[in-house]
């Protein structure tokens, strides 16, 4: 092994190690304790993991973007190992908001999916995810992929403000923002600590995913660039 | 199909796709870990 070759461990970071744990605590108060909405009764309780898993999307998109303009601004190498990682959890979590609205808005809408202006620029951005995937893994040459892939990465973070303005420029199913919107939010204080606490801890399990992913990608760059040297002293071939 | 099923479906679906996303980033790991650790003896027998 060489000076700057990686030793990673299997088992993941202790803080990494609590974030599922303390996912699980936030949403067992807000299926348990938190108490049941008076218009729509205990149904509500799905937005507490729609909602952040939304969020979560959200701001994996911006991450996303953060490094793609770095990749293309100062050519940071980094995008190669985080990239793929950082998409993988955005689609993740878009998937999941779609399908968490999706059981919410059966008992509430009377319908599983509809061609509302939301749903459609969510769904958009779980194919703008999915595409980027397919765009990582049809590259053949590194530099070309980062570029690419950091291109869609924009594109993806521009996708953002379109699906949360949706629901104001167009007046579709999707009821208006509750949280961030002037006089306030419509939710309780209980509610709203709930649905705040449950987001910071899928915010946290997101960092850990990612995190432990990319350093996945690390090691299996650093074994390729070893195979290679080792295929090329076997050959005696000048590295 | 009354409001605990749906809970149940939204919330049991995505902590069963969260700790799956878990195993297999983990499995992938020990997998790399396994290769390098080969490399390594492969390395030192040569040498």
């Given at each position: 092994m060489k000076d700057g070759d990686i030793n990673f461990k299997i088992a993941p970071h202790p803080w990494m190690i609590c974030s599922l744990p303390l996912l699980l605590i936030s949403w067992a108060y807000g299926l348990f304790i938190v108490p049941t909405d008076i218009h729509q009764g205990e149904v509500y309780r799905i937005l507490f993991l729609h909602v952040s898993c939304a969020i979560n999307a959200f701001a994996i998109s911006a991450v996303l973007f953060v490094c793609s303009v770095q990749c293309l601004w100062?050519?940071?190498?980094?995008f190669s190992y985080w990239g793929l990682p950082i998409a993988e959890t955005g689609l993740f979590w878009t998937i999941f908001t779609l399908i968490t609205g999706s059981i919410w808005g059966k008992p509430t809408w009377g319908v599983w999916w509809t061609w509302d202006a939301r749903l459609t620029t969510t769904f958009i951005l779980a194919l703008m995810y999915a595409g980027f995937m397919v765009l990582w893994h049809a590259a053949d040459n590194s530099s070309t992929r980062n570029k690419s892939c950091a291109i869609l990465g924009i594109l993806i973070f521009a996708d953002v403000p379109i699906i949360y303005k949706s629901v104001s420029w167009w007046r579709t199913l999707h009821q208006p923002p509750?949280?961030?919107r002037t006089g306030g939010a419509t939710m309780s204080t209980p509610m709203l600590m709930t649905l705040l606490a449950v987001l910071c801890c899928t915010l946290l399990v997101s960092a850990a995913l990612i995190r432990y992913r990319a350093q996945n990608r690390q090691l299996e760059s650093q074994l390729e660039q070893q195979m290679f040297e080792l295929e090329s002293s076997q050959k005696g071939e000048p590295l | 199909m009354n409001a605990t099923a749906y809970i149940a479906a939204a919330y049991g679906t995505t902590l069963c796709a969260l700790v799956l996303f878990w195993v297999r980033s983990i499995r992938q790991r020990i997998q790399l870990v396994e290769m390098q650790q080969s490399h390594l003896r492969t390395q030192t027998t040569q040498s």
């Open positions: 100062k050519n940071n190498t980094h509750s949280i961030l | -």
